[in-house]
């Protein structure tokens, strides 16, 4: 059976790195706040104190970490993943990356005879849970049928998307529309709030109309109670936007819409809500233009 390692253990990784010792899989774990690691310590995992350590324990090495500075810094730092004999591995990075750090983490990978996936996925904290992801991936063939085992514990279905870094690029298509989306009905509702419209009103009829997504009926109740509960928050948000923005500036692809958006996490996470679910914006608007009618 194949050895597992995991890295970051955040609002993802710490529901995704425990189906693996569900399924029976020896897994060795690191976090850089160790204390995440240790709660799977807990639960039978072995907790590693570098990046270094699990690339040398392990056969197939997953990554789920904030950005493109963090999975740099994991793989390529001083105690790094790759500061190891790693020939023979396969590294499964799940973090949604822009397509360059992915390729350019691949070909570290292959200087050092490693085999490297881009598969950041589709699907938050809860389908993450029960191994129901969506895997977006790039790289070889040879590369994901090595993975494939460790990733169908993860996910309901892998789509290939091409060579290394296609994973990566379809993310930021799948990840517009959702961002610009939260976006649109934070301006639908402050029209409708502006016009006399109670909130719970447009949000029932919208959910039942084309107007909704199918992660819409399930954010409701956090739109309209608010709630500790975060899933995928606003500074992510603004890190996919602005990633989403500068591929597009990068292939001379115009996309108003998401520069918009972006504009509002921003604003957002300068405002203090970085670490607030990202649907919070849907209120924010509303919110913001009330009070300044009352000033
Ligand atoms: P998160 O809760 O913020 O966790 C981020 C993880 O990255 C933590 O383990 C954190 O370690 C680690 N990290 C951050 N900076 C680091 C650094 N410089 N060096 C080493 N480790 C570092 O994020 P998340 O929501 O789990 O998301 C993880 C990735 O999945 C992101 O790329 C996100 O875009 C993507 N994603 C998220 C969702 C979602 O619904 N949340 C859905 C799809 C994709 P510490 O614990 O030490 O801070």
């Known amino acids: 059976m194949q050895t597992i390692g995991f890295l970051g253990l955040g609002k993802m990784g710490a529901v995704m790195a425990p189906r693996f010792i569900d399924a029976g899989y020896p897994l060795t774990v690191w976090n850089r706040n160790i204390e995440k690691a240790e709660a799977l310590g807990k639960a039978g995992a072995t907790v590693a104190e570098t990046p270094a ?6 056969d197939i090495v997953i990554s789920m970490l904030r950005d493109d500075e963090a999975a740099e ?3 390529l730092g001083p105690s790094g993943l790759l500061s190891v004999d790693v020939e023979g591995k396969v590294f ?7 397509p360059p750090t992915a390729r350019a983490l691949a070909e570290r990978c292959a200087e050092k005879g490693a085999g490297f996936i881009d598969a950041p996925v589709s699907g938050t904290v809860a389908p ?3 191994g129901k992801l969506m895997a977006l991936v790039g790289g070889s063939e040879a590369d994901l049928e090595r993975a494939r085992p460790a990733l169908d514990v993860l996910t309901r279905r892998i789509v ?3 060579p290394v870094g296609q994973g990566a690029m379809l993310k930021l298509v799948l990840n517009l529309p959702l961002a610009v989306y939260w976006q649109s009905l934070a301006e639908a509702v402050a029209l409708g ?3 006399g419209l109670e909130l719970a009103t447009m949000l029932d009829a919208m959910a039942d109309s084309g107007a909704a997504t199918r992660v819409l009926p399930l954010k409701i109740p956090l739109i309209l109670e608010g709630s500790d509960y975060v899933a995928f928050d606003i500074a ?3 890190k996919d936007a602005t990633s989403i923005v500068e591929t597009g500036a990068e292939f001379g692809v115009p996309m108003p819409t998401i520069a918009a958006a972006l504009a509002t996490y921003a604003a957002a996470n300068a405002a203090g809500m970085g670490s607030d679910d990202a649907v919070s914006i849907v209120r924010h608007l509303t919110e913001t233009l009330e009070a300044e009618r009352k000033r």
């Open 73 to 75: 810094q994991v793989f």
């Open 236 to 238: 992510t948000m603004e």
């Open 92 to 98: 499964i990075e799940m973090s949604t990356l822009r």
């Open 128 to 130: 993450a849970k029960d």
């Open 53 to 58: 350590a699990v690339a040398e324990s392990t």
């Open 193 to 195: 709030a502006a016009g």
């Open 160 to 162: 290939h998307a091409g």
